[in-house]
């Protein structure tokens, strides 16, 4: 017979520490919502009730739609237990299972909540607590309990976990619950019955107690909206310039105007007519406390040195002639007419490469740092990376986008199709897979029994072809990786992950990037597939893959926070897979 499941949220109004804490607006939404809308996103209760003295909640309650238990006003006092109230609700409601959900829990998603519950049923667990691990050695009145003060001090990876209640859900067999309370006066650890542990990570760990949770909530959620850009130090030499007449006289600049700016009407073709197109000269019409704009001419050869600008995007408009753009490496053709943009942090240099004298109207503002990298130290992870992008984007050009039958090639090739039907198809059925380096859609076009399927590249391009070229796959999301990261993918909201030649040139520090990314958003149980380089691999070598030993990628997985790591050597010839689960 199926066991009535019955979700119980408890909140007070009252509290001490913070007033009215669950109905305080957090990221713009009550406290106490959040896992309400966990609950029912869990799809696993027969019923959710939310559990109170105060009918201010009543709102809230009928907004989502579940049902309210007035609790009774001598167990909403600072002295009433856990065990009290639970007793009291499971002695007026009729299930079977109870679970306690709490709203000082926000991140606890509908995903956990179900794996929590179907782990206690699973199991058959009496009681069931959710914890979360902590690899760090620990120590209880003194003594240590995970580990052996003589011994060595090992890698945190490899210590005992110790488990600490997480709090934020609590599950029940509701008999046991009632006997445990007549037995021991106590039921909210356990008792008589069986006990079990549920496990969660990251930001679903966080419970809000005191001013400083909320902080920590709110800034939480802020970075959820906000683009997240992963920056590591680079040993380089470098310095720094910020003064713009300096910055164009060191860049050859010849003859610079800054006597006229900031006129309330100029005309840029009586500027330009006005100037000795012999030579090189600048120009600066606008000069505000918001933005400058500086008409900039060189001849064929003139230029800008090789430069970044850490706080500040930059924009130009071409008025004549021609320009290569160099921008992370890589070297842009630029014509009269065009606009080009450049993030911040993006290593860039222009040079004039037509016949005659050309013009840019350089946009940005007076005051910006101009980062000037020493040449023999450009080749960082950013250049890394701009390879990288370098060699597909000539691959592509060349042999994807211009073949029709392209992306019907595996079916024709065993060695790729062995590798889809033996270790992916089986992987994915109603399920969340991410695909890293999805090119043309060869193998997301393959994927129609996943719930969810995602492609990460490079290229824009890629999501706009296999669209048109595969109008049938509806469950397609498409994210645009700079090229070390999964951006705008939420931790653990991932079933499977798997990558098929897109890693093998990559530098091994981008490879770390990658590993430490894909066990951010694998969920609790999850598996990653990866194709990369290895020096173990004879043909991997042979083809001048990146260099990085077995060892190498084990202790990235390790340290990424993996203890399921698995290599296997036979199921590619030209690298080795890592296989890992969290």
Same mark, same amino acid.
């Given at each position: ?13 009252? $509290? ?6 669950? !109905? ?11 896992? *309400? ?12 009730? !939310? ?24 167990? $909403? ?52 607590? /959710? ?147 012999? =030579? ?121 986008? =211009? ?118 958003? /694998? ?25 990085? $030993? ?26 080795? *897979? ?5």
């Amino acid at each position: 017979m199926k066991k009535k499941l019955i979700a119980m949220i408890p909140v007070r109004l009252g $509290s001490k520490r913070i007033p009215k804490k669950n !109905l305080r607006l957090i990221n713009g939404k009550p406290l106490v919502s959040y896992i *309400i809308e966990a609950a029912k996103e869990s799809n696993i209760f027969d019923e959710i009730y !939310l559990n109170s003295e105060s009918e201010e909640f009543l709102p809230i309650v009928e907004e989502h739609g579940i049902k309210f238990y007035k609790r009774p006003d001598h167990l $909403s006092t600072d002295s009433a237990t856990n065990d009290d109230f639970a007793l009291d609700f499971i002695n007026n409601t009729d299930g079977d299972i109870l679970i306690q959900l709490l709203a000082t829990s926000p991140f606890i998603n509908g995903d956990e909540i179900k794996g929590f519950v179907k782990s206690m049923l699973e199991n058959n667990y009496n009681t069931q607590i /959710l914890v979360k691990n902590e690899q760090i050695e620990c120590l209880f009145n003194d003594e240590p309990i995970n580990f052996i003060q003589k011994d060595k001090t090992l890698p945190s990876q490899m210590l005992k976990p110790i488990q600490v209640y997480a709090c934020g859900i609590m599950g029940w067999d509701t008999e046991i619950f009632k006997h445990n309370m007549k037995t021991y006066g106590s039921a909210y650890h356990g008792g008589d019955g069986t006990i079990g542990t549920y496990s969660i990570k990251g930001y679903s760990t966080i419970d809000i107690d005191n001013e400083e949770d909320f902080d920590l909530a709110e800034s939480v959620f802020r970075s959820f909206n906000t683009k997240k850009i992963i920056e590591y130090y680079t040993p380089k030499k470098f310095h720094s310039e910020s003064d713009v007449p300096s910055i164009l006289h060191r860049d050859g600049v010849v003859n610079n105007d800054f006597d006229h700016e900031n006129m309330e009407i100029c005309n840029v073709e009586s500027i330009i007519m006005s100037k000795d197109m012999r =030579t090189s000269w600048s120009h600066r019409v606008i000069n505000s406390e918001n933005n400058s704009a500086t008409l900039i001419c060189q001849l064929p050869g003139e230029g800008n040195r090789r430069h970044y600008h850490n706080n500040w995007n930059e924009w130009w408009y071409i008025l004549e002639g021609e320009w290569d753009f160099e921008i992370d490496g890589i070297i842009k053709k630029i014509y009269k007419n065009d606009i080009v943009f450049i993030e911040k942090n993006k290593i860039h240099k222009i040079m004039s490469s037509g016949n005659g004298p050309a013009i840019r109207l350089a946009v940005s503002r007076e005051d910006v740092d101009h980062i000037y990298v020493d040449e023999k130290k450009e080749i960082n992870e950013n250049s890394t990376i701009s390879h990288q992008r370098q060699f597909w984007e000539t691959y592509l050009n060349k042999r994807f986008f =211009t073949s029709e039958d392209i992306s019907n090639w595996i079916d024709g090739d065993s060695y790729f199709r062995t590798i889809l039907t033996n270790n992916i198809l089986p992987k994915i059925d109603n399920k969340t897979v991410l695909e890293i380096g999805c090119l043309t859609g060869k193998w997301i076009k393959e994927l129609n029994l996943a719930k969810r399927v995602i492609g990460v590249d490079l290229f824009e391009v890629s999501e706009k072809y296999i669209r048109s070229k595969y109008p049938q796959i509806t469950n397609f999301e498409f994210y645009k990786t700079s090229g070390n990261e999964l951006n705008g993918i939420d931790d653990n909201s991932v079933d499977f992950i798997y990558s098929i030649d897109s890693l093998i040139r990559l530098d091994p520090i981008v490879i770390n990037d990658y590993i430490n990314e894909v066990y951010r958003v /694998l969920k609790k149980g999850g598996e990653a597939f990866l194709h990369l380089p290895c020096t173990c691999s004879l043909k991997s070598t042979f083809l001048n893959f990146t260099k990085i $030993s077995e060892d190498e990628i084990k202790e990235y997985s390790l340290n990424a926070g993996f203890t399921e790591i698995l290599t296997d050597h036979d199921i590619v010839d030209h690298g080795i *897979i890592l296989k890992l689960k969290s």
